[in-house]
């Protein structure tokens, strides 16, 4: 079982920048890729970024590419999502997950597959 508490969520302008922080417990944090969600109201719960175990691969969704960047320093056991050139479309929950599979290293990644989750931290980003 993993914990998993985010953090850095806020307010800001469209055109701004916010880091959202996520720490794992529980599980060998290093063993596992690490995905960034979203969910806004009415919308379902979709991947903006991953990284593998190792951070040596990421994954990003085509509506933040360029702009959000995942990272993960696992002797910290945190995980990162730089967000710039934030638009209001980005608004919604962000929630941080642990993927289920040890030592994955593809970019074939489910909602299905991440089966430890945070509480989630609000983005708004106003126009």
């Known amino acids: 079982q993993v914990q998993i508490v985010e953090s850095g969520g806020g307010l800001v302008q469209a055109g701004g920048s916010l880091r959202l922080s996520c720490v794992a417990s529980?599980?060998?944090?290093?063993?596992?890729?690490m995905g960034w969600f979203r969910q806004a109201p009415g919308k379902d719960r979709d991947l903006v970024a991953a990284?593998?175990?190792?951070?040596?691969?990421?994954y990003y969704a085509d509506s933040v590419k360029g702009r959000f960047t995942i990272s993960r320093d696992n002797a910290k056991n945190m995980v990162y999502l730089q967000m710039n050139s934030l638009k209001p479309e980005d608004t919604a929950v962000y929630y941080c997950?642990?993927?289920?599979?040890?030592?994955?290293?593809?970019?074939?990644?489910?909602?299905?597959?991440?089966?430890?989750w945070g509480q989630g931290t609000q983005v708004t980003v106003s126009s």
């Open positions: 990284v593998t175990w190792s951070g040596r691969s990421t």
């Open positions: 529980g599980r060998t944090f290093s063993s596992y890729a």
């Open positions: 997950a642990a993927d289920r599979r040890p030592y994955y290293t593809g970019s074939n990644y489910k909602l299905a597959d991440f089966t430890s």
